[in-house]
């Protein structure tokens, strides 16, 4: 099965085995000649596989029986974070809105409530934001600013769209019972932002990757913000970070 699709600014030929990949790609299908291919084999899913039930070992979870299909979406999204750094772009973990045009990431690792953080933004700011990404956006480093696009793998709620907007911060987030938040500089944020950031494998794509990394932090302010689940959390947190 091959379809085209349109993600971050690059059109993409995926071939797959399974069609669960085309149904959740649907709202970013496209045509025209594409500037690069993916296509799976079964091996690239057994990898997916074996890489998931290491990690839920290493968390003390329960290994979990995906299906081919879901695990193929993340072979294929492993694929195209490969391919892109080659165009200036790479994956990032986190949850990002567009706010007025611009665009407000938070990150941490995973269960600490970058979710829970954009919904109170929603609730707080109403039709002024909208989410772009919810999980796994594309940061491209273009002239003075770093770009982030919305993708299809947007997390379990499947909460994004497909929009880009320039990023103006970046807010590293832990759990508070109380709320505050302080501008922090570049070099305070470097270790985090570095673990939320896909390492490719090709050696080529990962220096590359560092290099844009180092970019991003030329181009974005940072923030640390300490929180518990109410809505004034939202209201502390917008106000800093929009300048």
């Known amino acids: ?41 079964q091996a690239d899913i057994e990898f997916e596989r074996e890489k998931s039930a290491r990690e839920n070992i290493a968390e003390g979870h329960e290994i979990i029986n ?23 772009t790479f994956l990032f973990h986190g949850s990002v809105l567009a ?9 941490a690792p995973s269960g600490t409530g970058k979710s829970t953080h954009a919904k109170l933004w929603c609730d ?12 796994k956006p594309l940061v491209k480093i273009t002239g003075t600013k770093a770009i982030v696009y919305g993708t299809p793998f947007n997390g379990k709620h499947r909460r994004g769209n497909n929009i880009s907007v320039p990023l103006r911060a970046i807010c590293l987030l832990e759990r508070s019972e109380a709320n505050h938040i302080h501008k922090i500089m570049p070099s305070e944020a470097y270790t985090k932002l570095l673990q939320q950031t ?14 844009l990394l180092d970019e991003l932090m030329k181009r974005v302010n940072f923030y640390k913000l300490c929180c518990n689940t109410d809505i004034e959390a939202a209201k502390i947190s917008y106000n800093a970070m929009k300048g």
């Open 1 to 41: 099965m091959t379809h085209i699709y349109k993600i971050a600014g690059k059109i993409i030929k995926i071939t797959s085995l399974h069609e669960d990949i085309h149904e959740y790609c649907r709202d970013y299908s496209s045509e025209g000649k594409p500037d690069f291919a993916i296509e799976t084999s």
């Open 66 to 88: 995906y299906s081919d299909g879901y695990l193929e979406e993340l072979a294929i999204y492993r694929k195209i974070s490969e391919r892109m750094p080659a165009y200036d």
């Open 99 to 107: 706010v007025d045009g611009l665009g407000y990431m938070f990150t």
């Open 124 to 135: 707080f700011l109403g039709n002024r934001a909208i989410m772009v990404n919810d999980d």
């Open 198 to 211: 896909y390492r490719p494998l090709d050696p080529i794509a990962l220096a590359k990757t560092l290099s």
